[in-house]
Nanobody
Framework: VQLQACGGGLVQAGGSLRLSCAAS????????MGWFRQAPGKEREFVAD????????DYTDSVKGRFTISRDNAKNTLWLQMNSLKPEDTAIYHC????????????????????WGKGTQVTVSS
């Protein structure tokens, strides 16, 4: 599967952005989908993921209540709505897809993902 993320940009603290990830290739609904981010000088970090049908979601603690992950399997698209953005959210955001494991919680580990898209830069100014 090929993944293409977009929607990043420069926003002031407190603002919002909506990231999109378009997927092509094998059946989109056979993948758990996720968002990860990497800030300069830091390791890649799990942000959020969503189960095959969209019925389950998981978030890292720092974005709970501010970010919402969603998907539309008919449109082969994944989204990340980011509200109340903070300077510490500044990073390159990557979407990822995985299908090797049957337990949803496994996928918050980046190594469980099989496919990665090129990232989109999110910069939050203070």
């Amino acid at each position: 599967v090929q993944l293409q993320a977009c929607g990043g940009g420069l926003v002031q603290a407190g603002g919002s952005l909506r990231l999109s990830c378009a997927a092509s290739g094998r059946a989109f609904n056979s993948y758990v989908m996720g968002w990860f981010r990497q800030a300069p000088g830091k390791e890649r970090e799990f942000v959020a993921d969503i189960s095959w049908s969209g019925g389950s979601t998981d978030y890292t603690d720092s974005v709970k209540g501010r970010f919402t992950i969603s998907r539309d399997n008919a449109k082969n698209t994944l989204w990340l709505q980011m509200n109340s953005l903070k300077p510490e959210d500044t990073a390159i955001y990557h979407c990822a897809a995985g299908s090797r494991y049957s337990i949803f919680s496994t996928y918050s580990q980046g190594d469980a993902m099989d496919y990665w898209g090129k990232g989109t830069q999110v910069t939050v100014s203070s």
